[in-house]
Nanobody
């Protein structure tokens, strides 16, 4: 499975932005998609996830009422819609996917290259 993010950019505080993650390869083996972010000088932190088996979503508390994760199964694309952005949301946003390999039956986790979101005050 390969992941490619897009859609990052510069937005003013209070604004909205959507980032996308296009998945390719053996995407049928994926059970969980999600997003992490890493702000300058900080550790990477969880943002949101979507469980394809349980059909549930999960969010970090600070984004729970502002961000929405969704998946277009037809296009194998995962979206993170962000609104009411503030400068603390500035970070590189990474898409990840986890699942069970079709051949080895081993758990795996893959990451995209990241996309930068900058929120100006």
């Amino acid at each position: 499975v390969r992941l490619v993010e897009s859609g990052g950019g510069l937005v003013q505080a209070g604004g909205s932005l959507s980032v996308s993650c296009a998945a390719s390869g053996s995407t049928s083996s994926v059970t969980l998609f999600g997003w992490y972010r890493q702000a300058p000088g900080k550790q990477r932190e969880f943002v949101a996830s979507i469980d394809l088996n349980e059909h549930t979503t999960n969010y970090e508390d600070s984004v729970k009422d502002r961000f929405t994760i969704s998946r277009d199964g037809t296009e194998d694309t995962v979206y993170l819609q962000m609104r009411s952005l503030n400068p603390e949301d500035t970070a590189v946003y990474y898409c990840f996917a986890s699942g069970v390999d079709d051949w080895s039956f081993e758990d795996y986790e893959v990451w995209g290259q990241g996309t930068l979101v900058t929120v100006s005050s």
